[in-house]
């Protein structure tokens, strides 16, 4: 088993100012078609086009400029492979290893040792990718015109508050912005380095004033120029907000929108050219350790396809020189690897973060007394789970290639608890009988169905979207466990959105889903506590609860006190607390048993061309952390 | 005769109408919206509740179906607006207007291969039945007729993969995909064309050469055929001038079909093959309850239907007369 250390250095580091060194007084460099543009004076020198200190980026190679990087995107709704790729320019960052978190856009990020005022130096002479200036005045547009306006965002998310009060951005001065909280928001700068956290360094305010009342006085004319129903819709239409400004399709379809990324749309993603081409950002301002102007790869040029298959083919090819997405399935790996030689191609392993392979949630707050009394009776749960057969399914439906195990932190976490990791998994059909004896359902009827405490034969229905990892196969296999042991359990195969609205109107019996939260345990918990309104199946109106207490249903103590626990892991900028904190939710979890896992997930694999350079072996796979992102994908090369 | 076309144009308005309903309602049907699918992103990928319910406010989803129609079919009816796409957030009209040209394209192309194949084919099947070229291209017929399309293209994909070396997919080569029209590119969507619309055309080639000949061997026999050869007609002006003509009113009957064919492409096939048609376009759309672009598909191809029956039925008097006397 690879280790990668994974510390949580960050609460340390957020007491401390975090720095990287600037490269002195050297010379620039930049790539040829560029060095070509200045000197004919289309472009102004490299010098002035990069801020005062950019940013270092240090990798294991040092490398050449040009070349197309060919990649795909598969279907509509796919911007997360845009984002993946080239989207990720957040105030602060991930390290690659996900260890800690760094400065990125901001030069230096000073938190308060109570967690409640954050304070980004930015860096002088930054440019947008139009060579128009970024600077605080952008951040303080998006925080005044954009979160703090009603229409644009109806409600402030969580992460931008404190003690039930948004966040205060304030200008300093022209290089320096401070976000105050009214309490303490200890998992701040995590967000802000999460996916998430694109909000404060996305929106020109050149470009988007246009589309706003505050500034642009004939916006009604424009509105009913462009044929929408309000400004909202325009706002949105020129590519923002829709949560995060990088989820709206629209924002990678405007290729006027200004950025701070890499790359920038060349071509609008979604037109019906079938290809969508990103383009050297002539102002980014990251060079590597030889002050040489990143990215190195000239452009970034996606296929879009409409179906899977096609873009297995063009892997195999060797037409595809970096992708983890779409084709990099368990079922996949035996042709892709058979393929390597005649791709030219090598594999990258990503070590999963998300903990399990699927997660079956029988309902904790169902709406029916009786089931309602029998899922939560955590001895029916343990003879549930030792009725499964881990081991069989792995081999059956997953190639011999997991371990069994329950939804728990993985191995690699600090908060890796063996005991909690292994708990009811074995395998052991006399103890599943055993407990579901003491459960109190021992009398069973003529079909040897046991009986439940109506006296009626105990059944339910799982539900579950065939969308990853082969789920309904694994439950057929989980219904004969079941049936061994007395139970009736049915599945019933719906369409995705069907089950979020099931789940979200608590209308299941038990459902089945992806874990989030084998690493992330701090912004991913749902399935240690119930926070999530989709996601957390186990408690769903116990999550509606959570967000307002005014909806969902009263949880029980122990639920309560989990919240409690949450809130203050919030509360505190301290890490060893957050720790602490974390642990008691987590032993809190453990004892509760919610929802029932299988199996660690497989490790996934990217594609890279022998060309392709710069990409690690092994890296982790994530939402939160947008692997490849993190990795720098500015400075990954094509070599001969 | 005019009277006619009129009272056929009044009908197709209430038809229309009642399409556009089942449409929309087919559309709804599912449970869920668009906001729902949004809401089952990526894993982790959480939107936030609130955000979600002030879109549906937004978007008007939060309002009862009919208000929603209206909304809908006022629009098409009154400014030509279709609405705009949740998932694109774009306008329906451009992006169906982004892909129309291709899809006709590829459309019409494999219609005139289609025809210009099987009818001389099953012409030649008919008038020598039982021959071993008959056999020859009934064998053919059935395949073709038996491979579903996208069986057949991912069947060549992955031959042209194997043994070529080459990925297909797309109608033109990476060079030229954004590359301005010239000659160059031309040539290079001509050299990626007669793939899908082998493919495509396929089913279609064996079904009709199976028409036809079934037709003609049905009119080869009539006393007409024979009066007329006694008479001292040309054996192949007979044919032409009368049974052929007589075993082409399927074909024509079939136009109906043809006119949203043309439009929907063969989305299984597109996908596959990854054209950009408006194809893959409605699947998506249908998937993601993505509805103004769906019931906006969906009524067109209704549209076109209506008004392909009309040309058929109009074309079918203009060619047989005793439909014309029915009029």
């Not at chain 1, 988007?208 to 006085?217: G, I, K, L, R, S």
């Not at chain 1, 040029?301 to 873009?311: G, H, I, M, N, S």
């Not at chain 1, 791709?343 to 009786?370: F, Q, R, W």
């Not at chain 2, 160059?184 to 050299?191: F, T």
Request: hydrophobic residues 45%; contains cysteine; aromatic residues 12%.
């Amino acid at each position: 088993m690879l280790k990668i250390p994974f510390t949580l250095t960050l609460g340390a580091a957020a007491a401390a100012v975090l720095t990287v060194a600037p490269l002195g007084a050297q010379e620039y460099r930049q790539a040829p078609q560029l060095a070509k543009m200045a000197e004919e004076g289309t472009l102004p020198p490299v010098a002035e086009r990069l801020p005062d200190d950019p940013m270092v980026v240090a990798m294991d190679e040092i490398g050449d400029y040009g070349g197309d990087w060919r990649t795909a995107i598969v279907g509509g709704l796919d911007n997360s492979w845009l984002i993946r790729t080239i989207g990720y320019e957040h105030l602060v960052r991930w390290t690659p290893d996900w260890t800690g978190i760094i400065p990125n856009v901001a030069a230096n990020v000073t938190a308060s040792d109570d967690a409640t005022e954050f304070t980004f130096d930015l860096r002088p002479g930054m440019k947008w990718s139009d060579g128009e200036p970024f600077g605080v005045d952008d951040i303080m547009f998006w925080y005044n015109d954009v979160l703090m306006n009603p229409d644009l965002t109806p409600s402030v998310p969580a992460s931008f508050t404190a003690a039930g009060e948004p966040v205060t951005v304030t200008k300093v001065d022209e290089d320096t912005v401070s976000f105050k909280f009214a309490g303490p928001n200890g998992l701040f700068l995590r967000f802000l380095a999460s996916v998430h956290g694109c909000g404060p360094t996305s929106y020109p305010k050149h470009y988007f004033e246009t589309f706003h009342p505050t500034y642009n006085e004939n916006l009604d004319s424009l509105v009913k120029d462009e044929g929408v129903s309000g400004w909202v819709d325009l706002f949105e239409r020129k590519g923002g907000v829709q949560s995060c400004i990088s989820s709206n399709p629209a924002f990678w379809q405007a290729t006027e929108i200004p950025t701070l990324h890499p790359w920038a749309m060349a071509t609008p993603y979604g037109d019906s050219s079938g290809q969508v081409v990103a383009e050297r950002n002539p102002f980014y301002w990251k060079v590597d350790e030889e002050g040489r102007q990143l990215p190195y790869i000239d452009r970034v040029v996606y296929a879009a396809l409409e179906d899977k298959q096609t873009l297995l083919l063009q892997v195999l090819n060797g037409d595809i020189d970096m992708m983890s997405r779409g084709f990099n399935t368990t079922d996949n790996r035996r042709v892709v690897v058979e393929n390597e030689e005649r791709g030219n191609y090598h594999l990258a392993t990503k070590i999963a973060e998300s903990g399990n392979v699927m997660a079956l949630a029988l309902n904790l707050t169902h709406k029916d007394p009786v089931k309602r009394e029998i899922f939560n009776n955590k001895d029916f749960r343990i003879g549930l789970s030792h009725a499964i057969n881990r081991q069989e399914i792995s081999d059956i439906v997953y190639a011999s290639q997991l371990k069994p195990r329950q939804l728990a932190p993985l191995p690699d976490s600090p908060f890796y608890d063996e005991e909690m990791a292994q708990q009811y998994a074995a395998y052991d059909v006399d103890k599943a009988n055993e407990y579901l004896d003491k459960a109190g359902y021992g009398d069973r009827d003529g079909n040897g169905v046991r009986l439940g405490p109506d006296g009626k034969p105990i059944s339910f229905v799982v539900e579950v979207a065939d969308v990853f990892n082969n789920w309904p196969d694994t439950l057929e296999l989980i219904k004969g466990y079941f049936q061994k042991v007395g139970i009736d359990m049915e599945l019933r195969v719906i369409d995705r959105s069907l089950l979020v609205n099931r789940k979200t109107s608590n209308d299941h019996d038990a459902a089945v889903w992806g874990m989030v939260g084998g690493f992330d345990v701090f912004l991913s918990p749902v399935w240690y506590l119930p926070i999530d309104g989709v996601e957390s199946a186990y408690g769903i109106p116990w999550a509606q609860y959570w967000n307002n207490p005014d909806q969902g249903q009263e949880p029980p103590e122990h639920v309560k006190k989990q919240f409690d626990l949450y809130r203050q892991i919030a509360a505190t900028g301290d890490e060893a607390k957050q720790s602490e904190l974390m642990k008691e939710i987590l032993a809190i979890a453990k004892e509760q048993f919610y929802a029932i896992g299988i199996a660690s997930n497989p490790d996934s694999y990217t594609v890279v061309k022998n060309n392709f350079h710069n990409v690690p072996d092994v890296y982790f796979d994530g939402w939160t952390y947008p692997d490849p992102a993190p990795l720098n994908p500015a400075a990954f090369w094509i070599g001969e | 005769m005019a009277i006619y076309i009129f009272k056929r144009i009044l009908l197709m308005i209430p038809t229309l109408i009642l399409v556009s309903m089942i449409a929309f309602a087919i559309i709804q049907a599912p449970p869920g919206d668009f906001l729902t699918t949004l809401m089952s992103g990526e894993a982790g990928e959480t939107v936030d509740v609130v955000q979600i319910e002030a879109m549906r406010a937004r978007y008007g989803l939060d309002q009862p179906i009919w208000v929603q129609y209206w909304k809908w079919i006022s629009g098409i009816v009154f400014h030509g607006d279709f609405g705009e796409s949740f998932e694109w957030k774009r306008p329906v009209n451009e992006l169906i207007w982004d892909r129309f040209g291709l899809t006709v394209l590829i459309s019409s192309i494999t219609l005139v291969f289609i025809w210009v194949v099987s009818i001389p084919i099953g012409i030649y099947s008919a008038t020598n039945k039982y021959s071993a070229g008959d056999y020859v291209f009934t064998v053919f017929g059935f395949i073709g007729l038996a491979i579903p399309n996208f069986l057949l293209a991912l069947v060549l994909m992955y031959i042209s993969f194997q043994y070529f070396g080459q990925s297909v997919g797309g109608l033109f080569s990476p060079a030229f995909v954004q590359a301005p029209w010239s000659f160059a590119r031309v040539g290079d969507l001509l050299a990626h064309l007669w793939l899908p619309v082998i493919i495509i055309g396929t089913a279609g080639t064996a079904s009709l050469i199976r028409i036809m000949r079934a037709n003609l061997l049905d009119e080869l026999p009539k006393p007409y055929v024979e009066a007329a050869r006694a008479r001292g007609l040309s054996e192949f002006r007979i044919r032409v001038k009368y049974p052929v003509r007589i075993a082409l009113n399927p074909l024509v009957s079939a136009l109906a079909w043809v006119f949203p064919a043309l439009v929907s492409g063969d989305a299984i096939t597109s996908i596959v093959l990854n054209l950009q048609t408006t194809g893959p376009l409605l699947y998506r759309a249908l998937q993601s309850q993505d509805m103004y672009l769906a019931g906006s598909l969906i009524l067109i191809l209704s549209v076109l239907t209506v008004i392909g029956t009309l040309l058929s039925d109009l074309l079918l008097a203009w060619l047989d007369p005793r439909l014309r006397a029915e009029v």
